[in-house]
């Protein structure tokens, strides 16, 4: 007699079971695991190393391996706990930010000709699908302040074809969603967050990501936590559609129902204006326990990088050429994902690249990844004039390549921060001396 196995056919105790994990790990694999996540060299390491494993080995004879590895217990216990933080109900962890995303496209069955308005600055992640299914994007130009979408120019481009908004609270500074919900609500457009920065602002009282139809959170290695190098939350504030993300989630299937239902009644999923059929974007139970264990942490995590944040833009208040990250008020709470350094051009005496130069110089890492999407190649290649549309977004062609670069704000020592600090005010002076 086995034990009971806790996969989906579960049988009881059965004379002859049929396991849900088809190998188990083994002291080995165990190892090379701690080896990856926890690294070293020399002797000593090597004798720490060879303790553990003497201690694996013998945990192993007493030990049992899980029954299950994808999603079980602990994915819905990293749910449950994403909701608490959240104030949600609908929490649905998924591979990564970019699938959550698709679920939502999903939803609102976009199609070749439909529109969906996007923010002139973003990482490629939050056009991938509309671009994948030839839906048209159109770009918002951005709020010179905070790089975020401009609700004033989403107004002006929405046109009857549009079918979603996508703000993105880039480097975790909420947009201005009261502006964006109206509008949406205005014209029946449906909302996605892309809130990959953004797990734990705040606006207005609200989480960031629970205000529109879809948020979708990442935990891709670089964000303020991780689930183990990827993952994603997926909310959604659609009455009745938050059970209907667990499906999405897995090709439709309803584990609520008997075997011989999901297994067969496998239904499309209603989006809102006709079914659609889901893809597979599953997690592991051990992405899940990475995600509980930094989750436990994420005020401190957040209060950390604020305080950086609040030292920076101190310290820059001293020259007043360089317009420092805002660090929000009782409405407006971000994440400090990144810290957003921007320089007035005609007071520092020359533009943003000077000052890029100048820092790389000193060898203070900037975070280049948030440029001018209608620059990107892949939208060139997919027919968009560049040109034509950088006509509309003049605000970001201004502060792209004149005003605005990224700083890193975490896993730095008071020495390194203190650094960067004292090289953006040298560069800065040095600017203004004209050299
Ligand atoms: C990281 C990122 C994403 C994608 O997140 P994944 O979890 O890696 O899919 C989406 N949008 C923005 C703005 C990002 O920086």
Redesign the pocket.
Known sequence: MGKPTNFRYNTGVAKVPWAAVGENYNVNDLMEIIKFLMQGEGKEYDDAIAAVRAQIEKLDELSTPPGKLSLDKNVEEAEEACNKFLGSDSSTFV???????EIAYKYANLKPGDEVIVPAI??V??MAYPLAVGAKLVFADVDPKTINMDPADVARKITPKTKMIVP?H?GGYPVDMESIMELARKHDIIVLE?A??AFGAMYKGKMIGTIGDFG?????E??NITSLG???ILTTSIPGFGPELKRARFLGLDFTCPIKDWLYNITPIQGKYEPFVAGNSSTTELQAIGLKLQLERIDKIIAERAAAAKYLTERFAENDAIIPQDLGNDDIKPTFHLYLLQIDPAKAGGDIQTLKRKLAERSVTQIA??GPLYRFKIVQDMGYDSDEIAKTCPNCEEVFYKRFTHLPLYGLTDEQLKYMADSVLEAVAEMQAGK
């Open positions: 591979a990564n930010a970019t699938a959550g995303f973003t990482f992640a939050t993105v880039i892309d990959a920065h979708g959170y990442s935990f891709h670089v964000k990827e993952g994603g990844h948030f």
